[in-house]
């Protein structure tokens, strides 16, 4: 590993793999309790380091110096370029979050499809807090098996405009080709509302309290179907965002608002302190931030 490929790999995932938290998280800034020792050998209380998501980049406020991935490293274990490099080698196994990670297959030949019967698959849906009411109007419970496997398998399955569908179960994310974003229809169709996922859009209607969206929904199943997507925005006067809180999200956010002038980021109004918004219903007993019923309606 060169100095270039350990900068490719993103300062929250490294932080997160040594155990910091982020304090306060702001779209593009997150902000830590230094993880830098001081030279007094006390640990900082403040969160005074922040993480630039979008350019990959750290500041630490309190001793105000910065730099990218190999630099932090160098100053939190106090070694040079090459132990620096070492470091990061040995913990890349730990950078990378699975839960992020698609496998779009071509070799899933599904057997049988049929309403969401499964126990599995139900406690699946409770666990994370969606109704099973809500999840049978979108999704399929499906029995599929792998090319070379005789093994049978089963998932809740998510189908997507070009007639492919997106696979979730506890254990695995994987999809059958082609893969690509699904639209959703709402009661109208002035405004769009985009989600990365499709536990995010289940999310919103449990929070919105309905089983149909106020909005037409666009839910990427992958972050790679983005531009494919934009075209679609033309037709809306305005684009609401429910993306994640991580560097995917900030820049698929960024992205959009290059291509359409209306855009409200909701994940930083209703979700600011948590990843996606399964994750904020999940744990949310919080009030969110966004503003008031009447501006909560607007959406929902």
Sequence with gaps: MNCTQANKIEIISFLNAAGHTPKRRYPGHWWYVSPIPRANGKQEKNASFAVDILNNLWYDKALDT????????????NTNTAGALEIIAGNSLNLFS?????????????????????????????????PVQIARQYLREVYYQ???????????????????????NRYSKTAVSPAYFTTIEGKHQDQVNVFEGIFDFLSALVYFKTEIPKFDCIVLNSTSHTNNMLPLLNQYKRVNLFLDNDTTGFKVQETIKKHHRHIIDYASKIYPDHNDFNEFLMNGKKQPNIKSTAERSKVG
């Design 66 to 77: 910065g730099g990218d991935l190999v630099n932090l490293v160098r100053m939190m274990h």
């Design 146 to 168: 792998l090319s070379g496997n005789d093994r049978q398998y089963f998932s809740l399955a998510f189908k997507n405009d070009l007639g492919g569908y997106a696979l979730r």
């Design 98 to 130: 699975f839960e992020k990670q698609i496998d779009f297959s071509d070799g899933i030949t599904i057997k049988h499809s049929q309403p969401i019967r499964n126990k599995a698959l139900i406690q699946y849906l409770q666990e994370r807090l969606i």
